[in-house]
């Protein structure tokens, strides 16, 4: 078993993490730089020859303390560098990091380089030869402190060099690992192999063009140039399995080369479509890519294609250095899509999320990335009707000016004063209680008045101060969608104001009926967090990634009470989500806990509100099953029962984890039941749940349980005006 550490582009390591699991690799661990996994010799030459994402291959072949400078050279002469260098060879050292008094990386090489040395001259053999330019074997050391791992360089140069762009001088490209990792997101792979096209409206010199078409013949990107990788001059080399791997590579691409799916691509300059074209013909695809010379104004399609994805990185200002133009380019392309690409798929990468809002059409989703050290923005589109927007306002910070300019008769109008002085109001009236009880996390606003349904939620957060959540209730068909949107901006251009606040810490999102897995989808990628503390316990929230920021806030009296309950005793807490329940339980002196949800995501949330805490998971056990499983296997033979149980299931909820779906109203008397079985013979149960319509069934368990509805008392002060929010109840036994 060989342990090899994978480099990539900043932002790229969960999904080359995904990938290297792909090729066999065991222990894949995300490092801020790359992915460290372990696997066979074969493991870490197909991540070689088959990686997309990683920029290096290190095969690591030492890992060990330091005891001081001296000891590095030292650590180094002890390894048998005749099995990674011949005695007359040549090689390269390269440094990073610092410790034990080595700040410099060009000093660190120089004490790796010694120990290489001193281990050849020590046996009477010849010295090898430092070659910076060409050398036989790279090794790249790093020191953390006083920990060193040196590692050999199974490549020799960086493998989002295809070797399809040899000799071209491309202004500003996009890195092609980095396009790769975009058609990832984009579902490239998927629509491909159900015959979809691609097409690049504005192509530029070609990158995601020609990623596409080696994703979809099954293209090794290592294929280009796996004769000249450092590995083919390591000593310790393996070149019948490489030859072997090489050989199924070919075989896999001629294959794939016969079920390849049309690919297109535009764009108005003649120098980038010339250095496109060089491009796919050096990569073998000249007879598979189309491409025409065609603004986005002008554009149409050309040909019967089959629908599929649309992906572009258009200019962003850096490239364009005139703003209007830019965001009439955006335009452009909306109405392009808009116009010619119904029922098509579209992923756009901008370096300034604001331009994404021209295009005019609501994004399901978006992800972080980087080009280089420049950090951008996927958009990823449905193009369809019902997700066709105007375009976006001018782009400004000044939110009440745009509203002013676009619409006229709010300036000052008595409706943006209105919602001004509700929301002034709200505040005034929380004011005593959000002190007396310190709460820093609680709803301001809430549809108060009927034509301005939006919930505000405020944030007041270690980090960098207040924050706002801000959820629109997806309007009814029957209302007009640009009156909903006048009520919209009118709404929102106050909001800086009142709560004095920048417009870059307003996060806003459409709450609506989510249907099968949409209700756990990713909606961004940005993982930022935050920290509130709520009942004595530092609570982790996030503003963007998904619908809801990790913490349900008209639930807060209600974890309140199961952690009052919990004092001195053994919690359960089922579909437990973050386990901010249990977090404030095992603040409050809860002795022992069971959580349980089935999103890894969830529980590594919650992982991290317990270490926010100090809390001890030895003790408190976070667990990812399909709670129903579960039940129904401890409700046959508990293995333990629990002084208090909480239990807050999802209104209805599907996974690709759980066959099937939960209906909480259709389901909650058997689920119960299960539940109770767990529960000790003075324990105390809290049932809750947010269905509006939920109705209990208590003829169910009148026999043998008293039942106590505290649905009332555990309304807290911010979420009284809607009280059919959340319901709950206490079970005990008669």
């Given at each position: 078993?060989?342990?090899?550490?994978?480099?990539?582009?900043?932002?790229?390591?969960?999904?080359?993490?995904?990938?290297?699991?792909?090729?066999?690799?065991?222990?894949?661990?995300?490092?801020?730089?790359?992915?460290?996994?372990?696997?066979?010799?074969?493991?870490?030459?197909?991540?070689?020859?088959?990686?997309?994402?990683?920029?290096?291959?290190?095969?690591?072949?030492?890992?060990?303390?330091?005891?001081?400078?001296?000891?590095?050279?030292?650590?180094?002469?002890?390894?048998?560098?005749?099995?990674?260098?011949?005695?007359?060879?040549?090689?390269?050292?390269?440094?990073?990091?610092?410790?034990?008094?080595?700040?410099?990386?060009?000093?660190?090489?120089?004490?790796?380089?010694?120990?290489?040395?001193?281990?050849?001259?020590?046996?009477?053999?010849q010295r090898p030869v430092v070659d910076t330019e060409n050398p036989d074997l790279r090794i790249h050391a790093h020191l953390n402190r006083n920990e060193l791992t040196l590692s050999i360089d199974l490549i020799g140069y960086s493998l989002h060099q295809r070797?399809?762009?040899?000799?071209?001088?491309?202004?500003?490209?996009?890195?092609?690992?980095?396009?790769?990792?975009?058609?990832?997101?984009?579902?490239?792979?998927?629509?491909?192999?159900?015959?979809?096209?691609?097409?690049?409206?504005?192509?530029?010199?070609?990158?995601?063009?020609?990623?596409?078409?080696?994703?979809?013949?099954?293209?090794?990107?290592?294929?280009?140039?796996?004769?000249?990788?450092?590995?083919?001059?390591?000593?310790?080399?393996?070149?019948?399995?490489?030859?072997?791997?090489?050989?199924?590579?070919?075989?896999?691409?001629?294959?794939?080369?016969?079920?390849?799916?049309?690919?297109?691509?535009?764009?108005?300059?003649?120098?980038?479509?010339?250095?496109?074209?060089?491009?796919?013909?050096?990569?073998?695809?000249?007879?598979?890519?189309?491409?025409?010379?065609?603004?986005?104004?002008?554009?149409?399609?050309?040909?019967?294609?089959?629908?599929?994805?649309?992906?572009?990185?258009?200019?962003?200002?850096?490239?364009?250095?005139?703003?209007?133009?830019?965001?009439?380019?955006?335009?452009?392309?909306?109405?392009?899509?808009?116009?010619?690409?119904?029922?098509?798929?579209?992923?756009?990468?901008?370096?300034?999320?604001?331009?994404?809002?021209?295009?005019?059409?609501?994004?399901?989703?978006?992800?972080?990335?980087?080009?280089?050290?420049?950090?951008?923005?996927?958009?990823?589109?449905?193009?369809?009707?019902?997700?066709?927007?105007?375009?976006?306002?001018?782009?400004?910070?000044?939110?009440?000016?745009?509203?002013?300019?676009?619409?006229?008769?709010?300036?000052?109008?008595?409706?943006?004063?209105?919602?001004?002085?509700?929301?002034?109001?709200?505040?005034?009236?929380?004011?005593?209680?959000?002190?007396?009880?310190?709460?820093?996390?609680?709803?301001?606003?809430?549809?108060?008045?009927?034509?301005?349904?939006?919930?505000?939620?405020?944030?007041?957060?270690?980090?960098?101060?207040?924050?706002?959540?801000?959820?629109?209730?997806?309007?009814?068909?029957?209302?007009?969608?640009?009156?909903?949107?006048?009520?919209?901006?009118?709404?929102?251009?106050?909001?800086?104001?009142?709560?004095?606040?920048?417009?870059?810490?307003?996060?806003?999102?459409?709450?609506?009926?989510?249907?099968?897995?949409?209700?756990?989808?990713?909606?961004?990628?940005?993982?930022?967090?935050?920290?509130?503390?709520?009942?004595?316990?530092?609570?982790?929230?996030?503003?963007?990634?998904?619908?809801?920021?990790?913490?349900?806030?008209?639930?807060?009296?209600?974890?309140?009470?199961?952690?009052?309950?919990?004092?001195?005793?053994?919690?359960?807490?089922?579909?437990?989500?973050?386990?901010?329940?249990?977090?404030?339980?095992?603040?409050?002196?809860?002795?022992?806990?069971?959580?349980?949800?089935?999103?890894?995501?969830?529980?590594?949330?919650?992982?991290?509100?317990?270490?926010?805490?100090?809390?001890?998971?030895?003790?408190?056990?976070?667990?990812?099953?399909?709670?129903?499983?579960?039940?129904?296997?401890?409700?046959?033979?508990?293995?333990?029962?629990?002084?208090?149980?909480?239990?807050?299931?999802?209104?209805?909820?599907?996974?690709?984890?759980?066959?099937?779906?939960?209906?909480?109203?259709?389901?909650?008397?058997?689920?119960?039941?299960?539940?109770?079985?767990?529960?000790?013979?003075?324990?105390?149960?809290?049932?809750?749940?947010?269905?509006?319509?939920?109705?209990?069934?208590?003829?169910?368990?009148?026999?043998?349980?008293?039942?106590?509805?505290?649905?009332?008392?555990?309304?807290?002060?911010?979420?009284?005006?809607?009280?059919?929010?959340?319901?709950?109840?206490?079970?005990?036994?008669?």
């Amino acid at each position: 078993m060989c342990r090899f550490f994978a480099t990539s582009p900043k932002g790229l390591s969960e999904l080359l993490r995904e990938e290297l699991l792909s090729f066999g690799a065991d222990s894949p661990k995300v490092q801020p730089t790359g992915v460290t996994f372990e696997g066979s010799l074969e493991v870490g030459y197909r991540t070689c020859l088959w990686s997309r994402l990683a920029n290096r291959v290190y095969k690591v072949i030492l890992q060990t303390k330091l005891d001081n400078q001296e000891d590095l050279t030292e650590q180094v002469a002890t390894i048998d560098w005749r099995k990674h260098l011949v005695a007359n060879g040549t090689f390269a050292v390269s440094f990073s990091g610092q410790g034990m008094g080595i700040t410099h990386s060009h000093y660190g090489a120089l004490k790796v380089k010694d120990g290489i040395v001193d281990f050849f001259q020590n046996r009477g053999h010849q010295r090898p030869v430092v070659d910076t330019e060409n050398p036989d074997l790279r090794i790249h050391a790093h020191l953390n402190r006083n920990e060193l791992t040196l590692s050999i360089d199974l490549i020799g140069y960086s493998l989002h060099q295809r070797g399809y762009r040899e000799g071209q001088q491309v202004t500003a490209p996009l890195k092609e690992n980095v396009a790769a990792a975009i058609l990832m997101r984009s579902q490239w792979p998927e629509i491909a192999k159900s015959g979809g096209c691609l097409y690049d409206p504005m192509c530029g010199s070609g990158t995601f063009l020609v990623e596409a078409a080696m994703m979809a013949s099954d293209c090794a990107p290592g294929l280009f140039k796996a004769e000249r990788m450092l590995l083919t001059r390591w000593k310790g080399h393996d070149s019948s399995l490489w030859q072997t791997l090489v050989t199924e590579a070919e075989t896999r691409e001629a294959d794939g080369l016969q079920n390849l799916p049309n690919i297109y691509g535009s764009d108005l300059s003649h120098r980038s479509l010339d250095i496109a074209r060089e491009a796919v013909m050096a990569a073998g695809y000249d007879d598979v890519i189309e491409i025409k010379q065609m603004s986005v104004e002008q554009g149409r399609r050309w040909g019967d294609w089959q629908s599929g994805l649309i992906v572009s990185n258009p200019p962003y200002g850096e490239r364009l250095g005139d703003e209007e133009t830019v965001k009439q380019i955006y335009q452009a392309l909306g109405q392009y899509l808009k116009a010619e690409f119904v029922g098509w798929q579209a992923s756009v990468l901008t370096c300034h999320s604001e331009l994404g809002l021209y295009i005019g059409i609501k994004a399901k989703r978006s992800h972080d990335f980087f080009n280089g050290a420049m950090p951008c923005r996927l958009f990823r589109f449905d193009v369809e009707e019902t997700w066709f927007r105007e375009p976006a306002l001018e782009i400004s910070t000044d939110l009440a000016t745009q509203v002013q300019r676009h619409f006229p008769e709010l300036s000052a109008s008595e409706n943006a004063v209105m919602i001004a002085n509700r929301i002034k109001k709200n505040l005034k009236g929380l004011k005593p209680w959000l002190k007396k009880e310190d709460i820093q996390a609680y709803r301001v606003y809430d549809a108060d008045i009927p034509e301005y349904a939006l919930a505000i939620d405020v944030y007041e957060t270690e980090e960098s101060g207040r924050h706002l959540v801000v959820a629109e209730y997806a309007p009814p068909k029957t209302v007009n969608p640009a009156k909903a949107k006048k009520r919209l901006y009118e709404a929102m251009s106050v909001l800086p104001e009142v709560f004095d606040i920048d417009p870059n810490d307003i996060h806003f999102k459409v709450r609506e009926r989510q249907k099968g897995s949409a209700q756990y989808e990713r909606m961004d990628e940005q993982k930022r967090y935050y920290t509130i503390t709520e009942n004595q316990a530092k609570i982790r929230v996030n503003f963007t990634d998904y619908l809801d920021t990790g913490l349900f806030l008209d639930h807060r009296t209600v974890r309140q009470k199961v952690a009052e309950l919990s004092h001195g005793k053994s919690l359960l807490n089922l579909f437990c989500y973050t386990a901010t329940a249990t977090t404030e339980a095992a603040v409050a002196g809860c002795k022992s806990s069971l959580s349980i949800d089935m999103s890894k995501t969830y529980l590594y949330w919650a992982t991290h509100n317990f270490m926010c805490n100090g809390i001890d998971e030895k003790r408190h056990v976070l667990l990812q099953e399909n709670v129903l499983e579960w039940l129904d296997k401890e409700a046959e033979k508990p293995s333990q029962t629990y002084d208090v149980i909480f239990i807050d299931p999802p209104s209805f909820s599907t996974s690709k984890r759980m066959e099937g779906t939960l209906d909480i109203q259709r389901d909650h008397v058997d689920i119960l039941e299960k539940t109770l079985k767990l529960l000790s013979q003075s324990g105390k149960l809290i049932f809750s749940n947010n269905l509006r319509k939920f109705k209990l069934e208590r003829s169910a368990f009148d026999a043998m349980w008293h039942i106590e509805d505290i649905t009332q008392s555990t309304m807290p002060q911010d979420f009284k005006r809607n009280p059919k929010i959340h319901q709950a109840w206490i079970f005990s036994r008669q």
